[in-house]
């Protein structure tokens, strides 16, 4: 991935929440909790990985499929990504 360094820091600061919120889950069943907040935490991480995937392939197509002489218009990469953030929401 050839992402600035911003964008790296703010991916990897999204995948650190995420593994706090793993971390919550495990906390949660390893003490029992009630199973309604249990799922409702791993609702939470599936959002997250979902929104991490999203913006991953967001910038992938952004930054290699609509390139100088790529086969993907710039028009048809922003239908795909919207097509992409609708299927993961």
């Known amino acids: 991935m050839s992402h600035p360094e911003k964008e790296k820091q703010k991916l990897v600061a999204r995948i650190r929440r ?29 959002g997250g990985i979902n929104s991490l995937m999203a913006e991953v392939l967001e910038d992938h197509v952004r930054l290699h499929m609509t390139e100088k002489n790529s086969p993907l218009p710039s028009e048809l990469a922003e239908d795909l990504i919207g097509l992409v953030r609708a299927y993961l929401k």
């Open 18 to 46: 995420i593994r706090g919120q793993v971390d919550a889950i495990e906390r949660s069943l390893t003490q029992g909790d009630d199973c309604a907040d249990v799922l409702m935490l791993l609702a939470n991480v599936r």
